[in-house]
């Protein structure tokens, strides 16, 4: 029987809570919750597991290797049940049909698993395909009724509706040997000195670093051009250029110390990602809206929980 099955699951909620906020007078006004109150549930929880989950410091509280290793195995598991519990009888969850969603290589980095989990619970009878590619491409296939959703960059096209959902901003990205920090910026005009791994596609990132040198009349040097991420990030990661992506795309390189990044500045350039259909979408209304409440209530949690590091784009307000 897993840790879900031992004890009081509000009890690891509250948990969770409290080591994401670091303290628990924080974590009481998030939940609406009595300080002593929510204090009480923590030590009843280090009653029921025989270990001390939490240091008390000055600033608040910070995990044991004990809340740590609790933190690592209950979280996803967790939520899982939650989101089962909420869609337990939905009519949605009745829906057999397949969904094909498209994500970008950057996005899918972060957002792929924990988007498929949460969809699998709601539509259980559902099959999910998932395609990765380039804006372009993912809008020429939502237009041919290839793909029914997908996460892609602004295009000025009236057959899609389109819906912001996060800003994410772009760094300069280079070897372990670069020298990059994450404290010290880079200025725009600097990106003129160093071999580039760009983007083969014209539009999203390498359409705003080209118009941000033309109206500086600067020239970018491409000494790469692929619209595989992979290939981009072992390009840099051997040596042959710099990139310029946001982080989410290369946050296990980075943990791992095969890239460095540096904020990129003068200006700061960022990637906007919204989801988009088309107006002929052959999906069930209420199943194309909860799709994509799932996407955005993703897309949300793990900005906030900082795994992807993006800003949520508040929701379209609807015309009056």
């Known amino acids: 029987m897993g840790i879900l099955g031992l004890v009081d699951t509000h009890r690891l909620r509250y948990f969770l809570r409290i080591a994401d906020e670091g303290s ?43 809340g740590e290793r609790l933190r690592a195995t209950t979280a996803s598991p967790l939520r899982q049940l939650e989101l089962a519990m909420r869609y337990v009888g939905s009519p949605l ?5 397949g969904l094909h969603v498209g994500l970008p290589a950057t996005a899918a980095c972060v957002l792929a698993m924990p988007l498929l989990d949460s969809l699998s619970l709601a539509f259980p009878k559902v099959e999910f395909r998932v395609s990765v590619a380039t804006t372009a491409e993912l ?54 000195a160093l071999p580039l791994v760009l983007p083969g596609s014209q539009t999203g990132i390498r359409a705003s670093l080209e118009n941000t040198a033309l109206r500086r009349k ?44 540096a904020p990129l500045r003068e200006p700061a350039l960022t990637q906007q990602l919204g989801t988009a259909v088309t107006g002929h979408l052959e999906l069930p209304r ?20 900082g795994v992807w590091r993006a800003r949520i784009s508040p929701p379209a307000t609807p015309p009056r």
Request: one cysteine or more; hydrophobic letters at 45%; a negative charge.
């Open 218 to 261: 600067l020239t970018l040097r491409c000494t790469f051009a692929t619209d595989a991420l992979q290939v981009a990030k072992d390009l840099i990661a051997a040596g042959r250029g710099y990139g310029v992506l946001p982080l989410s795309a290369c946050a296990a390189e980075i943990e791992a110390k095969r890239l460095r990044h």
């Open 24 to 66: 628990i007078n924080k974590a009481a006004s998030v939940l609406g919750i009595a300080q002593p109150a929510l204090s009480r549930q923590i030590r009843l929880l280090e009653e029921d597991l025989g270990v001390t989950l939490f240091h008390r410091t000055a600033r608040g509280v910070r995990l044991t290797e004990d």
């Open 286 to 305: 209420g199943f194309a809206i909860r799709v994509s409440e799932i996407i955005r209530e993703e897309a949300t949690r793990l900005v906030e929980s």
């Open 139 to 192: 809008v020429a296939e939502m237009l041919q009724g290839v793909v029914d959703i997908a996460l892609i960059e602004p295009v000025p096209d009236g057959r899609l509706f389109y819906a912001d959902l996060v800003v994410e901003d772009l760094a300069v990205i280079g070897p372990a040997t670069s020298g990059l920090r994450p404290d010290q910026p880079v200025d725009f005009t600097e990106l003129a």
């Open 93 to 97: 969850a009745r829906i057999e049909r």
